[in-house]
């Protein structure tokens, strides 16, 4: 089988036709099927509003039996988000045990926003981020919001 | 003393009570008897143990454990079926699916099918449409979800739930789960949000035939894996399990250390290496803390800041508190972190402010490097014995080689040279005790007991250093060392044995007072 070539085209046409909210997708070369660019218009009700992050969402070859991954290119301060070059979001529905062959790359991207808009600290990566998410919640939004405008104002 | 017999007879003598209920009772009827009793899911012993089969305590710091091989394990979920079969009056394969499905509780399985019983059926993939034998069907109009293939012909499968896949998609689902993920009892629906669980007659149906044998093997492991009071021995490759009655809840009370047959010696409650006498959750909390060395980041948030307007780091290192950002030349207060300027007139707030705050940041600063400090003193001492454990082949192979040696050298004979290897033993298993003694101390509170503690830590310290130069010794004196040897070695068990009794008895009954919340 085509690696589920088939199954990808429907998904990135659907995507590109009728987009989840603040959302935008297009593919990094016209020639690989598998890496998706994002770009994510932060949330107006969080730290993150007026930003404009950019990630990367790879496909692997037995997509979609086997789970997408998802980073951001652009820095964020988010307990969900590792903060070193990587920036992988840790994503409950990524993980290999809970992802299922039928839920779809929409049901991710949109996910992913509402991480940005209401955080998981309890399934944090970045543990001192979430600590600081639940204990002093003004200073986190701070500085969310001055990366936002260091990193993702451009 | 007396406390401490109090507690090994009171372990004994539950077992003994579950023995002579059985006997009276009956199989089946005592388990329901003790459900009544304890409130607790699956209390009761799985094997048919006589008491002289289980390794039975003598010393606070040890707990009654037994190790059971593959063949008793197989023979423990025959017996679970066989009893649930006889009770439920269904066939025996039927029950094995069942009893999976409810993570081997016997009792909530019977309970709940005398309650409803084709509720149950249903749920574990037995409903009544499934009396014809589930089949793969061509449905005109399909498009499977998973591949979106839509040709005419198609092949596809639906369990009760009706969430319909073409079959090649369900097949290469399935196969996933069990090669990759190694699942096998509980797999989901393909579709998003169905938890109904792959029964096995689909499991049958849509596995491929290589993979049937792996399957089963995984849906053994799975009685092992649902048990509390069962654990698969961690080492590699090993096919033993370890029974043992302690429960999570207990584990603040006791740090259950038990062997296996290929002696491994590993910890019930967490599975890591035997970490005695340090509890689990403290074990957590300090690999945790070395782990991430978070000690020595914030002993860095002590002394530099970040720059108000661009974020890059500064380190302060005048006594000035005007500063300039190197990269951006904002010039700010180190104090308030507000903009210089605004500092010409309200100078004097600011340093009074200074003064407080100032000799607060200092304190902090102190605070912080105090506790560096004292973390790596206990950090070394873990990490010097750690290092040792890690030399365990070494010195053992070393060991090995002196014992041959001495044989040709002295004519002692094989049986007579064995003091060394014993040695060697002790020496490790009380480097591992050690080591684990540090991490323990770091977190209990400066008190009367913990001066006991260390005075306990000392002595055992003492004697595994005296034990320990005697490997360093030519092999040509060690035949006149003999005695001493086996003397300091007996010295070097005797001391890990106090210092463990003392500390488990004293954590039993809660008296140590620790600087972190054992949770
Ligand atoms: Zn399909
Ligand atoms: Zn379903
Ligand atoms: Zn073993
Ligand atoms: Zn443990
Ligand atoms: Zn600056
Ligand atoms: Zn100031």
Redesign the pocket.
């Given at each position: 089988m085509a690696g589920g070539q088939k199954r990808i085209g429907k998904e990135l046409a659907e995507v590109t036709k009728d987009p989840p909210e603040g959302i935008t997708v297009s593919l990094v070369s016209e020639a690989d099927i598998y890496n998706w660019d994002i770009q994510l218009e932060g949330p107006e009700d969080s730290p993150y509003a007026g930003g404009t992050f950019k990630l990367l969402l790879a496909l692997p070859t037995d997509y979609p039996f086997k789970p997408p991954t998802l980073n951001f290119k652009t820095k964020v301060y988010h307990p969900n988000v590792s903060n070193d070059d990587k920036g992988s979001m840790c994503l409950g529905m990524l993980r290999s045990e809970e992802w299922k062959p039928s839920s779809k790359i929409s049901g991710v991207l949109r996910t992913a926003r509402n991480l940005l808009i209401e955080p998981n600290p309890d399934d944090a990566v970045e543990t001192q981020i979430a600590e600081q998410y639940k204990s002093s919640r003004k200073d986190f939004d701070k500085i969310a919001r001055d990366w936002t405008k260091k990193y993702a104002k451009a | 003393m007396d406390s401490e017999d109090e507690f090994i007879s009171g372990m004994s003598s539950d077992q003994e009570m579950d023995d002579d209920l059985e006997d009276s009772l009956g199989e089946g009827e005592w388990e329901y008897l003790l459900l009544c009793y304890f409130d607790d899911d699956d209390d009761q012993g799985l094997f048919d143990t006589q008491d002289k089969d289980i390794k039975s305590s003598h010393k606070p710091h040890e707990v009654d454990f037994k190790v059971i091989g593959p063949r008793e394990i197989q023979a423990a979920q025959d017996k679970h079926i066989e009893e649930a079969a006889l009770i439920l009056g269904l066939p025996t394969e039927t029950c094995a699916i069942l009893l999976r499905y409810f993570h081997w509780n016997k009792d909530r399985l019977i309970e709940s099918y005398m309650d409803r019983p084709e509720q149950v059926l249903e749920n574990a993939g037995f409903g009544p449409s499934s009396k014809s034998p589930p089949k793969a069907q061509v449905v005109p109009g399909f498009v499977c979800e998973i591949c979106c293939e839509d040709e005419p012909g198609l092949e596809t499968y639906a369990m009760k739930c009706g969430h319909r896949f073409c079959v090649d998609c369900y097949r290469q689902y399935l196969t996933q789960k069990i090669k990759d993920e190694g699942e096998a009892a509980r797999i989901q629906c393909p579709k998003e949000g169905c938890s109904r669980i792959v029964d096995s007659k689909s499991l049958d149906l849509m596995v491929p035939g290589d993979l049937h044998e792996r399957y089963q093997v995984l849906l053994t492991r799975t009685y092992v894996d649902d048990k509390e009071n069962l654990k698969w021995c961690p080492a590699p490759n090993c096919e033993y399990a370890v029974e043992c009655g302690i429960k999570k809840r207990q584990l603040n009370q006791i740090v259950p250390s038990v062997q296996c047959t290929c002696s491994h010696s590993f910890c019930f409650g967490c599975t890591l290496n035997e970490h005695q006498p340090t509890p689990c959750s403290l074990v957590k909390k300090w690999l945790k803390k070395c782990e991430d060395d978070s000690e020595t980041a914030n002993w860095i948030s002590a002394n530099t800041k970040e720059c108000p307007e661009c974020g890059s780091t500064i380190e302060k290192n005048g006594g000035c508190?005007h500063m300039t950002c190197r990269k951006c030349k904002h010039e700010f207060?180190?104090?308030?972190?507000?903009p210089w300027s605004e500092?010409g007139t309200s100078w004097y707030n600011?340093n009074r402010?200074?003064e407080k705050s100032g000799s607060e940041a200092r304190d902090a600063q102190a605070r912080s490097r105090q506790s560096l400090e004292r973390y790596l003193h206990y950090y070394n001492r873990y990490a010097n014995h750690e290092q040792s454990a890690k030399l365990d082949k070494d010195l053992y192979l070393k060991t090995e080689k002196k014992m041959t040696n001495l044989q040709t050298m002295s004519g002692m004979s094989w049986i007579e040279v064995q003091f060394l290897d014993q040695a060697s033993q002790i020496l490790q298993q009380c480097r591992q005790t050690l080591k684990w003694t540090y991490a323990f101390a770091f977190y209990l509170q400066r008190e009367n007991l913990a001066h006991i503690f260390e005075d306990n830590q000392k002595d055992l310290e003492m004697a595994v250093e005296n034990l320990s130069e005697m490997f360093e010794k030519p092999t040509s004196e060690l035949s006149g060392l003999k005695v001493d040897m086996i003397n300091r070695t007996a010295y070097c068990q005797k001391r890990r044995i106090i210092l463990l009794s003392d500390t488990a008895e004293n954590l039993r009954n809660g008296v140590w007072k620790f600087t972190v919340d054992l949770d």
């Amino acid at each position: 089988m085509a690696g589920g070539q088939k199954r990808i085209g429907k998904e990135l046409a659907e995507v590109t036709k009728d987009p989840p909210e603040g959302i935008t997708v297009s593919l990094v070369s016209e020639a690989d099927i598998y890496n998706w660019d994002i770009q994510l218009e932060g949330p107006e009700d969080s730290p993150y509003a007026g930003g404009t992050f950019k990630l990367l969402l790879a496909l692997p070859t037995d997509y979609p039996f086997k789970p997408p991954t998802l980073n951001f290119k652009t820095k964020v301060y988010h307990p969900n988000v590792s903060n070193d070059d990587k920036g992988s979001m840790c994503l409950g529905m990524l993980r290999s045990e809970e992802w299922k062959p039928s839920s779809k790359i929409s049901g991710v991207l949109r996910t992913a926003r509402n991480l940005l808009i209401e955080p998981n600290p309890d399934d944090a990566v970045e543990t001192q981020i979430a600590e600081q998410y639940k204990s002093s919640r003004k200073d986190f939004d701070k500085i969310a919001r001055d990366w936002t405008k260091k990193y993702a104002k451009a | 003393m007396d406390s401490e017999d109090e507690f090994i007879s009171g372990m004994s003598s539950d077992q003994e009570m579950d023995d002579d209920l059985e006997d009276s009772l009956g199989e089946g009827e005592w388990e329901y008897l003790l459900l009544c009793y304890f409130d607790d899911d699956d209390d009761q012993g799985l094997f048919d143990t006589q008491d002289k089969d289980i390794k039975s305590s003598h010393k606070p710091h040890e707990v009654d454990f037994k190790v059971i091989g593959p063949r008793e394990i197989q023979a423990a979920q025959d017996k679970h079926i066989e009893e649930a079969a006889l009770i439920l009056g269904l066939p025996t394969e039927t029950c094995a699916i069942l009893l999976r499905y409810f993570h081997w509780n016997k009792d909530r399985l019977i309970e709940s099918y005398m309650d409803r019983p084709e509720q149950v059926l249903e749920n574990a993939g037995f409903g009544p449409s499934s009396k014809s034998p589930p089949k793969a069907q061509v449905v005109p109009g399909f498009v499977c979800e998973i591949c979106c293939e839509d040709e005419p012909g198609l092949e596809t499968y639906a369990m009760k739930c009706g969430h319909r896949f073409c079959v090649d998609c369900y097949r290469q689902y399935l196969t996933q789960k069990i090669k990759d993920e190694g699942e096998a009892a509980r797999i989901q629906c393909p579709k998003e949000g169905c938890s109904r669980i792959v029964d096995s007659k689909s499991l049958d149906l849509m596995v491929p035939g290589d993979l049937h044998e792996r399957y089963q093997v995984l849906l053994t492991r799975t009685y092992v894996d649902d048990k509390e009071n069962l654990k698969w021995c961690p080492a590699p490759n090993c096919e033993y399990a370890v029974e043992c009655g302690i429960k999570k809840r207990q584990l603040n009370q006791i740090v259950p250390s038990v062997q296996c047959t290929c002696s491994h010696s590993f910890c019930f409650g967490c599975t890591l290496n035997e970490h005695q006498p340090t509890p689990c959750s403290l074990v957590k909390k300090w690999l945790k803390k070395c782990e991430d060395d978070s000690e020595t980041a914030n002993w860095i948030s002590a002394n530099t800041k970040e720059c108000p307007e661009c974020g890059s780091t500064i380190e302060k290192n005048g006594g000035c508190n005007h500063m300039t950002c190197r990269k951006c030349k904002h010039e700010f207060c180190w104090i308030c972190m507000g903009p210089w300027s605004e500092h010409g007139t309200s100078w004097y707030n600011c340093n009074r402010f200074e003064e407080k705050s100032g000799s607060e940041a200092r304190d902090a600063q102190a605070r912080s490097r105090q506790s560096l400090e004292r973390y790596l003193h206990y950090y070394n001492r873990y990490a010097n014995h750690e290092q040792s454990a890690k030399l365990d082949k070494d010195l053992y192979l070393k060991t090995e080689k002196k014992m041959t040696n001495l044989q040709t050298m002295s004519g002692m004979s094989w049986i007579e040279v064995q003091f060394l290897d014993q040695a060697s033993q002790i020496l490790q298993q009380c480097r591992q005790t050690l080591k684990w003694t540090y991490a323990f101390a770091f977190y209990l509170q400066r008190e009367n007991l913990a001066h006991i503690f260390e005075d306990n830590q000392k002595d055992l310290e003492m004697a595994v250093e005296n034990l320990s130069e005697m490997f360093e010794k030519p092999t040509s004196e060690l035949s006149g060392l003999k005695v001493d040897m086996i003397n300091r070695t007996a010295y070097c068990q005797k001391r890990r044995i106090i210092l463990l009794s003392d500390t488990a008895e004293n954590l039993r009954n809660g008296v140590w007072k620790f600087t972190v919340d054992l949770d």
